[in-house]
Each structure stands twice: as structure tokens, then as C-alpha cells.
């Protein structure tokens, strides 16, 4: 596994250890519970996977040109490593919520898994400098950044996932007080 995923692995991992199924559901109104960040965490993972067969199965990098919109969100992501909040998230990775926290944690590390093999597989036939393949909002990136975007997505994400925590913490405390 590659620094870079072991390093999602273990932020993701670490941020719901313990948790059971009824705390992974928990949310304020209109915000996603920890159960829909990790699916859409593995639609994401699932998602630039499936981007990298396909540079595979054609033999060649997809990459298209960035527009100048995109190389501003490049230098914003991938630059200063921000990830600006607030952006609705693609629909094409938005949670169903049809499935369980624990189906959700098990799908965000296969999914992990399945693209960090892809990653190793176009690294090895293209190098990882190359310009790979487009995502939907930064456009033409590199398999290096590739995997820098998904560690900053993550992260962002985590830390919803242990705000969502320590909500329902102090909800449950309160709650036992009374």
C-alpha cells in the first residue's frame, strides 16, 4: 500500500474506531451522518478507480487540457492543500444512504484498496508525474496528484466525521445528566 493511502487508511480508521452503527447514523438536521461521508468516501475512491482502469485498458493517459477555472482549483487544492467547504459534492458521489454504517466502512476500505492498486498499476505502465486523468472539478491532474487530492478530501471529511462524534457525544452526555 502506498504512503500516501495508508495515510487515508489509517485517518479514516482512526476517526470512527468504536463507533457503532447507531452513532455512524447520527447528524444534526441536513448535514450527513458518518455513515454517508464514508460511502461517499468510497464513491469517490470507486470512482477515480474506475478512471484509472480505463487509462489501463486504453494504454495511454486520458488527461484533457485544464481550463483556466481548473487550474485555479488546482493551485487552491493542490497548491496551498485546501480544500474549500461548502461545495456540493458531485451527484455522481452523492451518498444513496441505502446502505449501513458497517456496510459503508467495510466498501470505503475495499474501495480504498481497489484504488490504490489502480494507482500502483498506472504508476508502473505511466509514471506519476504524467498528466493521468480529469477530475470533474480540478480538471487534468497527475497520479501524484491524485493521491494528494484524495488525502486532503479525506482529511476534510474526517474531521466532519469527529465533529459528527463529538456532537453525539455530549448529546449522549447531556442526555444521561437529565
Known amino acids: 500500500m502506498h504512503s500516501m493511502t495508508q495515510q487515508i487508511h489509517d485517518a479514516i480508521a482512526n476517526s470512527i474506531q468504536g463507533l457503532t452503527e447507531p452513532q455512524l447514523r447520527q447528524h444534526p438536521e441536513g448535514k450527513w451522518d458518518a455513515a454517508a461521508i464514508l460511502e ?34 488546482q493551485l487552491v487544492v493542490l497548491g496551498f492543500s485546501y480544500i474549500p467547504g461548502g461545495h456540493p459534492a458531485p451527484k455522481h458521489v452523492v451518498p444513496t444512504g441505502t446502505i449501513s454504517g458497517m456496510e459503508a466502512r467495510e466498501l470505503v476500505f475495499a474501495n480504498l484498496q481497489t484504488m490504490d492498486e489502480a494507482f500502483a498499476e498506472c504508476e508502473q505502465r505511466f509514471g506519476c508525474k504524467v498528466t493521468i486523468a480529469d477530475h470533474p472539478v480540478l480538471g487534468a491532474i497527475s497520479l501524484n496528484g491524485w493521491r494528494k487530492f484524495h488525502v486532503l478530501h479525506t482529511l476534510h471529511h474526517v474531521k466532519q466525521i469527529e465533529a459528527l462524534t463529538k456532537h453525539s457525544s455530549a448529546k449522549a452526555q447531556a442526555t444521561s445528566r437529565a
Request: charged share 15%.
Open 40 to 73: 461517499h468516501l468510497a464513491m469517490t475512491y470507486g470512482t477515480t478507480a474506475r478512471g484509472m482502469h480505463k487509462c489501463i485498458a486504453e494504454g495511454k493517459p486520458l488527461a484533457t487540457s485544464p481550463t483556466f477555472k481548473q487550474s485555479v482549483a
